[in-house]
């Protein structure tokens, strides 16, 4: 059997705000990367789907009606289309007005900023194959033009192999991590298919074991969505390298 890959160090943050700002600003807008950048943070996870003009923008959901006043598929609407839409109310009234912004706007603020970005491919399915080409080729036409290499480079991820695949061929040289609840027990082999750099998984799934074994095998280690200090604490013992929470409240970036 040959040996165990050494650990590689993590580069990147270790404590991430979900979706932004976790639950404390609208997901996936330009006032949650705000509200987590107030709390000390300078590393966030978005969502990244694509509209119908081929242009990425940052939302979960497929449809538009949980976190917008539209209706109907993101798919079926162009980015400047969904641009008009009040993507805040729904939050509370001081947020009325905040719009949908494009993953080229998220990037851009985020470096004024100083956010350092995991940027999560949420493809339609069928369109999982564009969907991570698009994402990818956005990120590093950014990172390019702004000088931004290295670690500083955002990590995209994905539960889609087809998109990472898509990604991995667009940019290369943009760090990949493959996204699951639990680990499969293949993980192995599914991450070096992907030439992944990193497993992300639900915490509540994951045990001590499974976290030494992808450690020593080479790969990174994130956990989602983590919100309680103690267990966060816990994961880090194991050796998990990031953690992405809600409670940015809770969890203070150190």
């Given at each position: 059997?040959?040996?165990?890959?050494?650990?590689?160090?993590?580069?990147?943050?270790?404590?991430?705000?979900?979706?932004?700002?976790?639950?404390?600003?609208?997901?996936?807008?330009?006032?949650?990367?705000?509200?987590?950048?107030?709390?000390?943070?300078?590393?966030?996870?978005?969502d990244a789907v694509l509209a119908a003009d081929d242009v990425p923008v940052l939302l979960h959901d497929a449809g538009l009606e949980r976190t917008s006043d539209g209706s109907g598929l993101v798919a079926q609407r162009t980015s400047q289309e969904l641009a008009e839409l009040d993507a805040?109310?729904?939050?509370?009234?001081?947020?009325?007005?905040?719009?949908?912004?494009?993953?080229?706007?998220?990037?851009?603020?985020?470096?004024?900023?100083?956010?350092?970005?995991?940027?999560?491919?949420?493809?339609?399915?069928?369109?999982?194959?564009?969907?991570?080409?698009?994402?990818?080729?956005?990120?590093?036409?950014?990172?390019?033009?702004?000088?931004?290499?290295?670690?500083?480079?955002?990590?995209?991820?994905?539960?889609?192999?087809?998109?990472?695949?898509?990604?991995?061929?667009?940019?290369?040289?943009?760090?990949?991590?493959?996204?699951?609840?639990?680990?499969?027990?293949?993980?192995?082999?599914?991450?070096?298919?992907?030439?992944?750099?990193?497993?992300?998984?639900?915490?509540?799934?994951?045990?001590?074991?499974?976290?030494?074994?992808?450690?020593?095998?080479?790969?990174?280690?994130?956990?989602?969505?983590?919100?309680?200090?103690?267990?966060?604490?816990?994961?880090?013992?194991?050796?998990?390298?990031?953690?992405?929470?809600?409670?940015?409240?809770?969890?203070?970036?150190?």
């Amino acid at each position: 059997m040959p040996a165990a890959a050494p650990a590689r160090p993590w580069p990147f943050p270790r404590l991430l705000a979900h979706r932004g700002g976790g639950t404390l600003a609208p997901e996936n807008t330009i006032a949650a990367l705000d509200a987590g950048w107030r709390y000390g943070y300078r590393a966030a996870e978005v969502d990244a789907v694509l509209a119908a003009d081929d242009v990425p923008v940052l939302l979960h959901d497929a449809g538009l009606e949980r976190t917008s006043d539209g209706s109907g598929l993101v798919a079926q609407r162009t980015s400047q289309e969904l641009a008009e839409l009040d993507a805040g109310s729904w939050f509370g009234p001081a947020y009325a007005g905040t719009r949908i912004p494009s993953l080229l706007q998220a990037l851009c603020h985020c470096r004024a900023r100083g956010i350092w970005l995991n940027v999560e491919i949420k493809p339609v399915p069928g369109c999982e194959e564009r969907t991570g080409s698009r994402v990818a080729q956005v990120v590093a036409e950014h990172c390019r033009a702004a000088g931004v290499a290295g670690a500083h480079m955002p990590l995209l991820s994905s539960f889609s192999h087809a998109a990472l695949r898509s990604a991995r061929a667009a940019a290369p040289e943009l760090a990949r991590g493959l996204l699951c609840e639990e680990i499969p027990s293949n993980w192995r082999e599914a991450a070096q298919a992907l030439d992944a750099f990193s497993l992300h998984c639900d915490h509540h799934h994951l045990t001590q074991a499974q976290a030494g074994a992808i450690r020593a095998a080479g790969f990174g280690l994130l956990c989602y969505t983590v919100n309680d200090p103690a267990r966060a604490l816990l994961l880090r013992n194991w050796g998990v390298d990031a953690i992405c929470t809600d409670r940015i409240d809770q969890l203070t970036p150190g």
